[in-house]
């Protein structure tokens, strides 16, 4: 492991990895403190990452059609929410790509997704936990 990349993050020192390589990511979050944990943890599993600070250019990007195999987004934004967002993704026709909700919140009784989200995520994301869910999402698809 010592010529792998490392990464320092809030839950330890994680390893590059890989394990998703070829993946591409859209990720919503407004605060970079945040956002640059999750950027290390899905590059430390080859995932290329696009970082938009609110709901509105996330929907735009996935209504202009352009490519991605996730999207993260935050619970609550400066101006709107992640289930706004989610909402606003539904009326995209055809639109299939997951939506996973990572947030400081608790996800209790399974309230995200009870709301139609693909996954949740606690912040700050782990690799583990982020391997796990993105296994099962990828092998849905």
Do not use: W
């Not at 407004?30 to 999750?38: G, N, W």
């Not at 934004?77 to 993704?89: A, I, K, N, S, V």
């Amino acid at each position: 492991m010592d010529n792998l990349k490392k990464y320092s993050t809030p839950n330890g020192t994680i390893f590059q990895l890989n394990t998703f390589k070829g993946k591409r990511a859209l990720v919503g979050d407004y605060l970079s403190c945040s956002y640059c944990f999750t950027k290390d943890v899905l590059e430390s599993l080859g995932i290329e990452v696009v970082i938009e600070h609110a709901p509105f250019p996330v929907y735009e990007r996935m209504r202009r059609k352009e490519k991605f195999d996730i999207i993260f987004t935050n619970n609550i934004y400066r101006f709107g929410t992640g289930e706004q967002l989610l909402g606003l993704l539904h009326t995209i026709p055809d639109f299939n790509t997951p939506v996973i909700i990572h947030t400081i919140s608790d996800n209790i009784n399974d309230k995200f997704i009870v709301k139609g989200f693909d996954g949740y995520l606690k912040k700050p994301i782990r690799q583990d936990a982020t391997i796990q869910l993105l296994t099962k999402l990828f092998a849905h698809k």
